[in-house]
């Protein structure tokens, strides 16, 4: 039975390499799954590391545009203490330090703790450095590694997990990631559904989420979007500030990319342009993400960072009843841009299923005309939801009915996909659903870039034609 499946979903590769040729595929297979309830609060993935003011909820993220710092942060829950970094190339050797600065927020009558942010930066590329947080016996040691220079053939290994909660599946895509040798997460939105608690345990809920992440964010760069968990609008309890809890707990390098809001910034890592955007801020003509956007795509330079990816929450094109459309207003706001800058990839989440779309665009639709389905379009990106990080939610299991033609592999089972990026021009990249064990290719493919192989003979057109007229 197990390879008859196998048989079958290599089938499905061998469909889904053959670019809008034939009708998607929707996945037949009904796995099982966990009950989606979160995991209990007493349970060792949230264990509170010992000591006085022992540093938990430890995580880092990309802190520049270029890759060469991160930012570490981290809470202390009994007094201020410290908000200094060792760190150093060697182990146990700290030759070079940080000061980094706390905050803390209220939640209702929820009070955080101490939330540390320490910048290191003017890091070499390619390095392994150990850092040391916290003071005397209950201080903790990690450590992470730098990508490498920016370069059009580095090759880098990236995550994709999209709503992920702290239930049991959540903890099954978290230990099938971190086995997945990739080497950063780019996460897209909805992040510890800690709003589906009320009063105190909203903030409680981020406390332990932080500590479940922290085995693989601690470690590696977590590319931050935000999704509508994050709003936490709750009048009932006058808690009315928009992502209150993110902003304060998982900070992003924004000014490095010239943006105006930790919402929506860039960062490029190895070979890749990362851009990261805000489905809940707004994005229509003329406001700053807007404005924003415009500019960051004149700073991509395909010649040095080839793969053009862009992350939000709320996907552009899916076909599940759930969520059906509702990236219909940044699709007309922005899908002319993805297409015309050809976009690789556009991630999203939201969704708590998988899907993978042909390229298609719908950038000739006219209210006036009747032009309205999306039409095979070799310079459009591939659309990929990934919502399916296994929340308290439960899965999206319905999809619509027929599949439409854009839709090329749906299934709804909890799992996470990672992009090998290998050189200019090719990448793998795979869906991991949970319940296979640990290196089963779902929905998997060789990726060809967008720039350098579609675009190359138009380019070697160009250069021909222009060397001809001088
Ligand atoms: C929309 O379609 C109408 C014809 O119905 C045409 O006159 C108009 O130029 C089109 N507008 C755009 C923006 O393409
Ligand atoms: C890029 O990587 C692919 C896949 O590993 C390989 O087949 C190809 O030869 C590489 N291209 C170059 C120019 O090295
Ligand atoms: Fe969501």
Redesign the pocket.
């Known amino acids: 039975m197990q390879s008859f499946l196998r048989l079958i979903s290599t089938f499905f590769i061998f469909l889904s390499c053959v670019e809008n040729t034939f009708a998607g595929i929707t996945s037949t297979v009904i796995r099982s799954q966990w009950p989606s309830s979160d995991i209990p609060l007493d349970n060792e993935v949230f264990a509170v590391p010992k000591g006085h003011n022992a540093p938990q909820q430890v995580h880092i993220t990309q802190g520049d545009y270029d890759g060469k710092a991160v930012i570490i942060s981290w809470v202390t829950s009994d007094e201020p203490g410290s908000s200094e970094v060792q760190y150093g190339t060697t182990k146990g050797k700290y030759d070079n330090s940080a000061e980094g600065k706390s905050t803390s927020y209220t939640f209702y009558k929820y009070k955080s703790g101490y939330i540390h942010h320490c910048l290191l930066d003017g890091l070499e590329y390619d390095t392994k450095y150990y850092y040391k947080v916290g003071s005397g016996g209950s201080s903790r040691e990690f450590w992470f590694q730098t990508p490498p220079t920016i370069d059009p ?1 580095a090759s880098h290994k990236f995550g994709i997990i999209g709503d992920l909660g702290q239930t049991y599946n959540s903890l099954s895509t978290l230990q099938h990631y971190m086995v997945s040798g990739a080497q950063a997460v780019l996460f897209l939105g909805d992040l510890s559904y800690a709003d589906r608690y009320k009063y105190n345990d909203v903030g409680l809920r981020w406390d332990t989420w932080g500590r479940f992440i922290e085995q693989s964010a601690a470690f590696q760069p977590w590319i931050w979007s935000a999704g509508n968990h994050e709003i936490e609008y709750m009048p009932y309890m006058e808690e009315v500030d928009p992502f209150k809890s993110y902003l304060h707990r998982y900070p992003t390098p924004y000014l490095a990319s010239k943006s105006t809001s930790p919402l929506w910034y860039a960062v490029r890592r190895a070979s890749a342009h990362i851009i990261v955007l805000s489905s809940y801020s707004s994005f229509v003509k003329y406001t700053l993400q807007w404005m924003w956007l415009r500019e960051e795509f004149k700073r991509v330079d395909r010649e040095k960072t080839p793969w053009l990816i862009v992350l939000m929450h709320v996907p552009l094109y899916h076909s599940n009843n759930v969520h059906f459309m509702e990236g219909e207003s940044m699709r007309a706001a922005f899908e002319k841009w993805f297409v015309r800058n050809r976009v690789d990839i556009v991630f999203a989440g939201h969704v708590h299923a998988y899907e993978r779309s042909y390229r298609i665009s719908n950038i000739q639709y006219n209210v006036s005309s009747g032009d309205r389905d999306p039409v095979p379009d070799k310079s459009a990106p591939l659309y990929i939801t990934v919502g399916d990080g296994g929340n308290q939610e439960g899965l999206a299991g319905r999809f619509r009915d027929p599949q439409p033609d854009y839709s090329a592999f749906r299934e709804a089972s909890y799992g996470h996909s990672t992009l090998e990026i ?5 990448a ?1 990249y795979h869906w991991n659903r949970n319940n296979d064990g640990k290196k089963v290719a779902t929905d998997s493919f ?1 990726l060809h870039n967008q720039y350098w192989v579609s675009n190359s003979r138009r380019r070697k057109l160009k250069k021909y034609s222009s060397k001809s007229i001088t």
């Open positions: 053939d290998k050189n200019r021009t090719h793998f060789i």
